[in-house]
Nanobody, 126 residues
Framework: QVQLVESGGGLVQAGGSLRLSCAAS????????MAWFRQAPGKEREFVVSFPWRDAGPDYADSVKGRFMISRDNPQSMVYLEMNVLKFEDTAVYYC???????????????????WGQGTQVTVSS
């Protein structure tokens, strides 16, 4: 049974930083692309960043480029999201997701993902 478990969310002031973690189990982690999506109240779930399992490095949404950084630890089956210079508009539930696809274009689509975590709340106070 595949599980993705996020942690590290919380309340932070604007301009601050948070680090999210996602622990994966039940899958061959090194052959899955990993990503973070987020969903704010009343809005659709949106792509934040992906890290393909092959052929390319991370792909960031324009809204977080230069502020967020994704990393993955294949032996530990972990993926991380370092979030800096947080803004009020970054407030959302953040979801970890896994996909057996690897092209950047595909990984921007929610429908490309095989597995999802339950999410972790990030609240940025202005």
């Amino acid at each position: 049974q595949v599980q993705l478990v996020e942690s590290g969310g919380g309340l932070v002031q604007a301009g601050g930083s948070l680090r999210l973690s996602c622990a994966a189990s039940g899958l061959t982690f090194s052959t899955y692309s990993m990503a973070w999506f987020r969903q704010a109240p009343g809005k659709e779930r949106e792509f934040v960043v992906s890290f393909p399992w092959r052929d390319a490095g991370p792909d960031y949404a324009d809204s977080v480029k230069g502020r967020f950084m994704i990393s993955r630890d294949n032996p530990q089956s972990m993926v991380y999201l370092e979030m800096n210079v947080l803004k009020f508009e970054d407030t959302a539930v953040y979801y970890c997701a896994a996909s057996n696809r690897f092209l950047h274009q595909s990984l921007r689509l929610r429908t490309s993902y095989n597995y999802w975590g339950q999410g972790t709340q990030v609240t940025v106070s202005s």
